[in-house]
């Protein structure tokens, strides 16, 4: 398998060697509160089931779908663009409907990067953002992730010293891994440097709807003036809806990316099953209460996650958007590094997380908390977690520190 040329180009799957773990103690009968992977156990709206169910089995639903999206589908999306971010886009040209937006985000890469492009990714960052690019022949050029003044100058630096001049820029905020918004000035001086240097600029907008301060929902980089002409945008129903499993996510912008983007989908997919994209139409046109219910939900798990995880000794940042905590590691377990403490976290507390090094290597201080369970198993993790702080001195002493994970 290593043999091949794309397979080499990917390092091993951190993520797995936790699972791995995770699928050996539950063998063993170990009731494992997972906290590690960003998939919601919330409820797909029931008015959104319903649609699925009532177009299942209908004369030709069972066809061929439309690569880019059913009409209707796209048109519910530039709908939901012009409620939310006061952003008009052209359904026909300005929309694709994606098998998620990851995948939506693997075919841009592969429609708009030649061999040995370089591309401007943050770091730490979503797998899918470097890694889309790496498996099109693309060469990675790390940058900073938080979304500060202090960028600037680094991404300067970093296309000045890039040979041959990168081609794109990625951005994820509300950010998955380290939940860090974006200010719409942010935003302007974003895609003003993106025109300065003739860079396209990709932005991950996957946790819109996700945030917990309702005076300041993140904004959408397309609400700059004339971002349009150098972006797309990816949106996905996966957390806002709790759809992850259904696959459905959407790519908008700039017409002609939009359009390498079709012609590549086009060469692989036929679209999503048409029950699917009609469900998911119903979603965007339908009432918003179930986002709200979305929101209340993971705040009180936020808040539930603060609480506890302060009153067993881990003191953690206050996520503003997103599902996720991005949290430094116990000063004392650091020397370990994020997959070696998160193996031991498993095996001595039976809590699973997702080890920072998974999301670059400038995460490697940290681990990503994920709010998929209810506050009650929460509360449960953070008792466990606090045994396992309280008796580490005696049964830790042949194990801390150790070399971190490379």
């Known amino acids: 398998m290593t043999d091949f040329h794309r397979i080499k180009r ?21 009731d494992i509160i997972d906290l590690g992977m960003g998939n919601p156990d919330l409820d797909a ?14 004369p030709r639903t069972d066809r061929y779908s439309a690569s880019k999206g059913i009409a209707g589908l796209r048109r519910a999306q530039a709908g939901y663009y012009q409620r939310r971010f006061g952003v008009s886009l052209n359904p026909d040209t300005q929309v694709v409907a994606t098998l998620g937006s990851k995948e939506g985000f693997a075919n841009m890469a592969q429609a708009i990067t030649a061999p040995g492009d370089v591309v401007l990714v943050p770091n730490p960052s979503y797998p ?89 929902p993140p904004p959408s980089v397309l609400q700059v003036p004339g971002a349009i ?37 086009s060469y692989l997919d036929y679209g999503a099953f048409t029950p699917i994209q009609v469900a998911a139409t119903a979603a965007l046109n339908g009432p918003d209460d179930c986002i709200k219910e979305m929101r209340a939900t993971y705040k009180k798990r936020r808040d539930a996650l603060i609480e506890s995880f302060g009153k067993a000794g881990w003191k953690l940042p206050v996520p503003q958007a997103s599902m996720f905590a991005w949290v430094p590691i116990p000063e004392k377990y650091r020397p370990l590094g994020s997959l070696e403490f998160s193996k031991l976290l498993l095996e001595k507390s039976d809590v ?46 042949n194990v801390v520190p150790m070399q971190k994970a490379v």
């Open 229 to 265: 002409d150098v972006t797309v945008e990816f949106t996905s129903l996966s957390k806002t809806f709790s759809m992850a499993g259904w696959r459905m996510g959407f790519a908008v912008g700039n017409e002609r990316l939009l359009a390498a983007l079709t012609r590549v989908k």
């Open 352 to 397: 699973a997380v997702a080890p920072g090094i998974g999301f670059g290597e400038h995460g490697d201080d940290y681990v990503r908390i994920a709010l998929v369970e209810n506050e009650q198993r929460i509360r449960q993790a953070a008792r466990n977690i606090r045994r396992f702080f309280d008796n580490s001195d005696r049964t830790l002493h």
């Open 128 to 216: 899918i953002h470097a890694f889309g690019f790496l498996m099109a022949g693309g060469v990675i050029r790390s940058v900073p992730a938080e979304p500060t003044p202090a960028m600037f100058p680094a991404l300067e630096k970093a296309v000045a010293h890039s040979i041959p001049k990168p081609v794109a820029l990625v951005v994820c905020y509300p950010s998955n891994p380290t939940a860090y918004v974006a200010s719409l000035d942010f935003y302007r001086d974003l895609v003003a440097f993106a025109k300065k240097h003739e860079l396209i600029l990709l932005s991950d907008l996957a946790y819109a709807e996700v945030y917990f301060d309702d005076a300041n």
């Open 10 to 30: 990917l390092p091993p799957y951190v993520f797995e060697q936790v699972n791995r773990i995770k699928a050996a103690a539950r063998a063993q009968g170990a």
């Open 45 to 58: 709206p029931r008015h959104v089931i319903e649609k699925l169910v009532e177009t299942a089995g209908k």
